[in-house]
Nanobody, 118 residues
Framework: QVQLVESGGGSVQAGDSLKLSCAAS????????MGWFRQAPGKEREFVGA????????YYADSVKGRFTISRDNAKNTVYLQMNSLKPEDTAVYYC???????????WGQGTQVTVSS
């Protein structure tokens, strides 16, 4: 099993940067691809991006490509989401998730709120 706890959310201005962290516990973390998702009020949860087990590859939704970067530190059991050039439409609750057995995302954190004002 994997337990996930996100942190680093907050309220920022458009154009600002923010870095989210997701601390994981449990042995499965180091064998899991990790992903970030978000859910805005009144909208469905959407995929933001993901990173491979080794951290060597990552991919992103078109809406964040070039602005967001996912990284992981397997020694610290932590995955990060660096968000630059934030826009009001990035406002959402951000969740990290673990994928020990693709394609299903089996484990989820509780989420952290990101609010971007114009």
């Amino acid at each position: 099993q994997v337990q996930l706890v996100e942190s680093g959310g907050g309220s920022v201005q458009a154009g600002d940067s923010l870095k989210l962290s997701c601390a994981a516990s449990g042995r499965a973390f180091r064998n899991s691809a990790m992903g970030w998702f978000r859910q805005a009020p009144g909208k469905e949860r959407e995929f933001v991006g993901a990173i491979s087990v080794s951290g060597e590859s990552s991919y992103y939704a078109d809406s964040v490509k070039g602005r967001f970067t996912i990284s992981r530190d397997n020694a610290k059991n932590t995955v990060y989401l660096q968000m630059n050039s934030l826009k009001p439409e990035d406002t959402a609750v951000y969740y990290c998730a673990a994928q020990p057995y693709p394609p299903k995302w089996d484990y989820w954190g509780q989420g952290t709120q990101v609010t971007v004002s114009s």
